[in-house]
């Protein structure tokens, strides 16, 4: 299909309700925790109550004589560390020898119900030998005698270093050069259903089948058998509606494993869902960095070159680190050209709650930096924000320095749809004190080209099977996590087969019955399924079409179909109703099944981790905030909100907009509220969401998006990422809005109240200053942030 | 002490044995099977368990079921009314307010609470009415549409009835 075929799609494009919705509506959707097998059981897992320390002795006799108990583990049962990766891995089912963050669980029960776990574990007797806790990475650094694992030297989870060009010397050349540190905050995912994981081991099959809520259930699938070390083919991982995930339930949780562990020891369903202090716990968020930048410009506002340092606190087990380290560094070679770019980077292992893979992965942490620094330096140039973005947005072929082509961006007509609606132009710099318009671009990775283990084969497979008993099934590895794949892949399917989208069955997310998928995260479904669902789709019409050309008696390249029928686009007369050719087919040829894989490019180039960040096509973001800062509360009132976006040719464009309004809200929600606390001791102090603050419809502002008109002619119906992108301009654009409102240059957050009160001088900056602040004003220590070198 | 208790839900009454401590959300999900409500956060933050008891909203995750003896409970399953769903329920489907779908039961029942008091509420009004509920996926943005557009409709509905 091409760009002005694409004026013609019958379901592509529309704003169907979702294919879920319904059962959704009524409560009839099932998560995890809602499923309840016969003979099921259930099982709590004791949480650490130190951060870091040897385990001296673990007592389960009283837990086990508690009647109801059934079992009880500890880290001896599976010491087999496991993580989404497989690169280093450090995270076990359950703690042995020593625990590396408040709350990692050591032990765990099953029981007949809830109540009796919850009280066994009670019972269970730990002793530790306390270590000293760091939480701090620069310090976690300078104590190599404090080893949180025991192979990581200077307690390094990973590090690496990638240069295109020589940046201290374009640097030097340059007209106008600045440089800031930021730090970008721990936050969390903030899915509201608790992880819940059943595990059915059947003792007379030896065959275990996973109840999970979990993004990428064939990794899964793999990990389980690698931890617990079961044959792949006899673990089945079914994932049933999912409650949200945002990247945080890409990997396998613990309790997922210590699940599967005591339903083998029971021969029993068994049930854990997390509390949502333990999802805290647990975590897998966003990386907080610190980070130290440096970009130059010649005279004419283009960027020269970049240096890039960022220091990544990781967390006490491995899980994405390693992606997300290389990540950051692929990302920052888009949506403006940059020739020359040095970065280096380090994760490193601290004793808190794991960071993971948070939607807008690395791109969060980069927009801020590069949107902040395009800012300093168009003041410096004497041009406006959106001038300097313009002068160096990329454009379709352009290559970057990392070899990756952008085969096609319509990012200028993003800045230049948000720059028209909001006025950016005549507003900057002009508003009286307090109020202020700042913008930032984005984009972020579509189809993402990395497998999680090194292997060829197709990321995507889609098997559509067709008669008159099912009529038309897909079955594809593909998971919805609630963003609209599901609609979205019928919505395709049935394009191409020119039926009703509600008469395309889905089997998907059952490791059994759907072909492998690479899994839901990097924006990769929607073009990786489009692609596959395509091909198998058009596998079929032509082989349908070939029984109803003869049926109609004309030439099967002169068939198309539509609504439910086959017909002659010369001849509409001649035509066949499509079940009608199924039967047809059925009865004269056999069964008719379609195949369609999709595999994207392999990553080009020769450079130190350039796995990771290459795919086919980037989707792209502008936006503009307008905001008010009241000068004597410090509150921030957001008047006016701007989006533009290329998300190619949109599948379902009020599904976009959502995708764009919850990216949007979860974006303003870091920069203005969100913030994991730990107390001195690497307890946190707000695991629940009373303390930990996510935006309510009190905090949304109005928004005003647009889908800027756009077709990707790589992909499958045009189609390109909306997902993650508009996560990483929020934060960078309220920073830059404030800079414009008050002066002052934030360069961390969330910028609460205090922090405006502090910069406006209205309150003192008491203490020293919190860790990792930059060149803005501090606001007090925290607990938990332990004297580091500050400014 | 375990106690035999009368549970009026969605119009029908049920019989449970629930301890003092059991809590409405648990007896509900568990002991009804009624998985519709759901539990987010156990704390009362979340708003995910919303219910109506006796018309008024209520967070069942912080509701000892023991103190609803003689009280109506209205979960999301008992929204529909004659095969037909709740015009809240349609507004939701129809704007593209529901995407992973966990905090939409209870949002649905906040909004129903929330239009029974006031039917024709301000976008204000309502943004506070559901401001109790949290929701990572949409932004509230075509929810706060879907409680307009289902009000509007409702009120439709209402003085159609009336000039009947």
Redesign the interface.
Known sequence: MTASESNTFRWVGK?V??V????????????T??I?LPGMVYAKIKPSTIAHGRIRRIDLGKALQLPGVLAAITGEECPVPFSVNNYKPTEMPLAKDKVVYYGEGVAAVAAVDEKTAARAVELIEVEYEELPVLLDPREAMARDDVRIHDWAESNINYEGKQQFGDPEDELRKSHVVVENSFFSSYTH??????QSTIADYNPGTGRLTVYTCNQLPHYLQQTIARTIGMPMEKIRVIVP??????GGKTEATPACMVACLLSRKLGRPVKITY??QEVFFQNKGRHPCLMKMKMGFDAQGRITAVDFDCLLDGGAHSSWGFVVMWFIAALTHLPYKIPVVRYRGKRVFTNKPTAGAQRCLGGVQVRICVEGLLDMGAEKLGLNPYEIRMINACETGYKTPTVIEVRHSEFKKCLESVARRSGIVDKYGKLPFGRGIGMAGGHYSTGGAFLLYPSYRPHSTANIRVDTEAGVTVYIGATG????AHTVMCQMAAEVLGIDYRDVHLVCQDTMLAPMDNGTFDSRLTYGAGHAIKRAALDVRAKLFEVAAAVLGVRRDHLDCRDGEIFSIYEPKRRIPFQKAVAQYLSSVGPLFGTGEYTPPQPKGDYEGKLIGPTPAFGFTAQAVELEVDLETGKIKILGYWEAGDCGKPINP??V??QV??????GLGAALYEEMVMDIEGRMLNP???DYK?????D?PD?SLEIVDSYDPTSAFGNKEVGEGPVGPVIPAILNALYDAIGVRFTEVPVKPEKILQALGKIESAGQPRLYVAQAPSECARPGCAPGEGG | MKQLIELNVNGIAYDVIVSPEDLLVDVLRQKLGLTGTKKGCGQGDCGTCTVLIDGRRALSCLTLAIACRGKTILTIEGMEADGRLHPIQQAFIDKGAIQCGFCTPGMVMAAKALLDENPDPTVEQIKRGLSGNLCRCTGYVKIVDAVQEAARRMRAAQSQEVSR
């Open positions: 704003s309700p979702r879920d919705a319904a059962d959704k509506v009524r409560g009839r959707a099932l998560y925790d809602d309840v995912c903030g899915f509201l259903e608790p509606t999912v409650g949200g995930a945002f509390t949502r996590i609630g963003q609209g009020m599904a907009e959502g309004e919850g990216a949007i809200s979860m629940n969401f009373h996510m935006p309510t419809t009190m949304m928004l």
